[in-house]
C-alpha cells in the first residue's frame, strides 16, 4: 500500500493539528429549530513520527449502533494514538440518525446515497460534500464500520470491489470471517473514497439498535491488525490472529419469503447448509399453517432474518452461491 509519509501541520476544518498533537474538532453539522447547534466530533490523534494517515467511521446510518461502539472502544482503550502517523476517528457520522435511532437524516435522505455531495444540496448532501473535500484529500486508508439494517443480522465481514489485489491483502489481514466481493454502488462513501483512490476497507456485522459483543471484537480486532500492518500500532497492544482463514465469496443471493406469517430461523450465522435442507419455518398464530423453508442452494448464512414477523417476498437469508479463491 502507498502511504503518504506526513510530516506536515494538518488542517482540518479550519484546525491546525501538529505532529505529537491530539484534537477534538468540532464538524457543526447544522442548528436545530430551537437554534442549538448540532456538532460531531472528529478525534484526531497524530505522532510525532510521520506515517500514514488512516480515517476510521461509523454511524454513517444512525441507528448502525455496533460500529459506533468499535470505534469507541478504540478511541477508549487508546488503539487510535498511533506509533507513526495519524488517526481520525468519527465515531458517528450521521448525529440526527443516531438520537432518534433512525437510519436517515432529518431530511429522509440516506447519507449513504449522497456522496460526494453538494455544497448548497440537502442538509446530507452538504454533510456528504464536507467530508468529501475536507477530510479525504489527507486520508490514505479508510476502515468504515456498518451494521445490518432492518432486523436483518450480518455475520462479521468485509466487503470489497473484486479484481484488487491491495484490497484482497487488506481484508486477509483484518481477517474477519466472511469477505463478500460487492460493487460499488453509485453515490455512497465507499464508492467515492475508490473514485479519489482512497483505499476502503468496509466492516458490515450484526443488526441496527443492538450491540453484540462478538461483532464488536471482531471489528475491534481487525483494526489493531490493520493499524499493525501499517506501522502504527503501539507495542503495548498485542494482535492475535484469526482463528480462520477468511473465506472470500464471489457471488450470493437472497432467500425470499413464499409467503407471510411468523417467522423463526433454524440455522445459525456463519453455518453452512446443503441444498434442500430446512433453515427455517413460516407459521401462522392460529396453528393451521407450517412452511419449512428450505436452502435453495449450498452455502454460507451469511445474514438471517431475525425479524419474528415477515411478509411473502421479504428477504428472510443472503447465502454464498460462488466462493473465490
Known sequence: MKVIQNKDDLKILGKIIKPGESKEVSFNLAKLHTRTPVDVPIIIERSKKPGPTILITAGIHGDEINGVEIVRQLIAKGINKPKTGTTICIPVLNIFGFINMKREFPDGRDLNRVFPGSKTGSLASRVAYTITTEILPHIDFVLDFHTGGAMRYNAPQVRISKGNADFNISAQIFGAPFVLYSDNIAKTFRNTCNKMGKPILLFEGGKSIHIDNNITNTGVNGAKRILHHLGML????????????????????????????????????????????????????YGKFNHFVKASYEGYIINVNESPIVYQGDALFHISTKLSD
Not at 257 to 265: C, E, I, V
Open 234 to 285: 503501539r507495542s503495548n497492544f498485542k494482535v492475535s490472529r484469526p482463528k480462520e482463514r477468511p473465506i472470500f465469496i464471489a457471488e450470493s443471493r437472497w432467500i425470499r419469503a413464499n409467503f407471510s406469517g411468523m417467522f423463526k430461523a433454524s440455522i445459525q450465522i456463519n453455518g453452512k447448509v446443503k441444498k434442500g435442507q430446512i433453515i427455517g419455518n413460516i407459521t401462522d398464530p
